[in-house]
């Protein structure tokens, strides 16, 4: 089983929709949980870390469930400039830290 | 300005050949990286060093070798031996006291195989 399991998509949505992405990830000593934003061809970039309780940071709300292991994303009124890929990063927390991405899923937000 | 530079962009490689793929920061970064990308997959760890002269096998270091001589430089061996080359690789380097919390990453090499 893949540490990091992602929808790959695409997802295709018109400008102002909301879209929801999810992830599981599969060791439950996992402690830190991101999301990376990788427009084609270029490198990733960070777009937000995900908190137990939540995190808003504008249009985007991350939510974390340790129980069932699941990291969500949701990017609300969206816009052309969102279409990417999104890339669930998983760090699975041992002393020397590995991060782990999934396959990422694709977004592309049409006028 | 502060970042990781890769080089080259674009890299042919021939048949039995080795080539090296160039990754510099000026972050002053203790920790460095090398991925793997192959299309609609995921990031794949090929070594990681977290200080010089040190450095530590990832998930598919096979046909592949790097060297830690100098902080700054962290460059990739792609070696004859690994037989399916072609990938968009990516360097990449976190803070002191955040080993893989945040990845600062490079624009990324892209390998082919002529």
């Known amino acids: 089983r893949k540490e990091v399991e992602q929808d790959p998509g695409p997802f295709n949505v018109p400008e102002g929709a909301t879209v929801a992405f999810n992830c599981t990830y599969s060791n439950s000593a996992s402690q830190s949980f991101f999301w990376y934003r990788q427009d084609c061809r270029k490198e990733p970039k960070l777009l937000m870390s995900v908190y137990s309780s939540g995190n808003e940071d504008g249009r985007f709300t991350a939510q974390l469930n340790r129980a069932s292991q699941y990291i969500s994303l949701l990017i609300r009124d969206s816009k052309l400039s969102d279409s990417a890929t999104y890339l669930c990063v998983v760090n699975r927390g041992s002393t020397l830290g590995r991060l782990y991405f999934g396959r990422g899923t694709q977004l592309t937000v049409w006028p | 300005d502060g970042g990781i530079t890769q080089s080259p962009k674009y890299l042919f490689r021939k048949e039995g050949q080795n080539v090296t793929l160039s990754c510099e920061q000026n972050?002053?970064?203790?920790?460095m990286y090398w991925y793997r990308q192959d299309p609609g997959q995921g990031l794949r760890l090929i070594y990681y060093?977290?200080?010089?002269?040190?450095?530590q096998k990832g998930d598919i270091a096979e046909g592949y070798s790097v060297s830690r001589e100098k902080k700054e430089s962290f460059p990739l061996t792609v070696t004859s031996a690994q037989k399916n080359p072609t990938a968009f690789y990516l360097c990449a380097s976190s803070p002191p006291g955040q080993i893989n919390e945040k990845l600062f990453f490079g624009s990324g090499t892209q390998l082919s195989v002529l």
């Open positions: 060093s977290q200080i010089v002269n040190d450095f």
């Open positions: 972050l002053n970064h203790d920790a």
